[in-house]
Antibody
Framework: EVQLVQSGAEVKKPGESLRISCKGS????????ITWVRQMPGKGLEWMGR????????DYSPSLQGRVTISADKSISTAYLQWNSLKASDTGIYYC???????????WGQGTTVSVSS | DIQMIQSPSSLSASVGDRVTITCRASQLISNSLAWYQQKPGKAPKVLLR???RLHSGVPSRFSGSGSGADYTLTISSLQPEDFAAYYC?????????FGQGTKLEIK
């Protein structure tokens, strides 16, 4: 079964750092890009950026550039989303999804809830 | 960035109704459009790819049409499990922007 399994919920304080993960299984991980999508409380979906695990090429939404870092370790079929200094406005649910070339996101992780509050 | 204008933002309908949701891109996107369904507390699921290709396992009551910058999702006969939020997304050029969503509620 093809699946993406994300790390568990996080509760953090402003200014703290955080890395969440997304582990793929059931397929050849380097062959598909991984995209990260944010959903703020009660809001819609927002494309954050993507990574090609085969060469770690990344592409970010201009609105988030510099706030987050996307990385991947193809040897363990895992992608990451990292913040160096969290803000309260980073509170939300973060989804990873598999994206074939020039196609829709066809497999989604279960989501990781991030809560940032003092 | 390409803007995706989705309408309506909310819709009330009954089981058995035919409903249509539209999505307009701010530029031509060459059928590089997907439709997703999201139920409360769950991850989104893809329904249609390349504007009209039904994803594996998706019921045939869902269909997509359109070209250029204008696209439509149609549900031919609403079932109880279809009441959810729906999003369009263009993947023609990054950032791969989403529409603001349509919340489909039971009348």
């Amino acid at each position: 079964e093809v699946q993406l399994v994300q790390s568990g919920a996080e509760v953090k304080k402003p200014g703290e750092s955080l890395r969440i993960s997304c582990k793929g299984s059931g397929y050849n991980f380097p062959n598909y890009r991984i995209t990260w999508v944010r959903q703020m409380p009660g809001k819609g979906l927002e494309w954050m950026g993507r990574i090609d695990p085969s060469d770690s090429y990344t592409d970010y939404s201009p609105s988030l550039q510099g706030r987050v870092t996307i990385s991947a370790d193809k040897s363990i079929s895992t992608a990451y989303l990292q913040w160096n200094s969290l803000k309260a406005s980073d509170t939300g649910i973060y989804y990873c999804a598999r994206q074939p070339h020039r196609d829709a996101m066809d497999v989604w992780g279960q989501g990781t809830t991030v809560s940032v509050s003092s | 960035d390409i803007q995706m204008i989705q309408s309506p933002s909310s819709l009330s309908a009954s089981v058995g109704d035919r409903v249509t949701i539209t999505c307009r891109a701010s530029q031509l996107i060459s059928n590089s459009l997907a439709w997703y369904q999201q139920k409360p507390g769950k991850a989104p699921k893809v329904l249609l790819r390349t504007a009209f290709r039904l994803h594996s396992g998706v019921p045939s009551r869902f269909s997509g049409s359109g070209s250029g910058a204008d696209y439509t999702l149609t549900i031919s006969s609403l079932q109880p499990e279809d009441f959810a939020a729906y999003y369009c997304q263009q993947y023609y050029v990054t950032p791969y922007t989403f529409g603001q969503g349509t919340k489909l509620e039971i009348k």
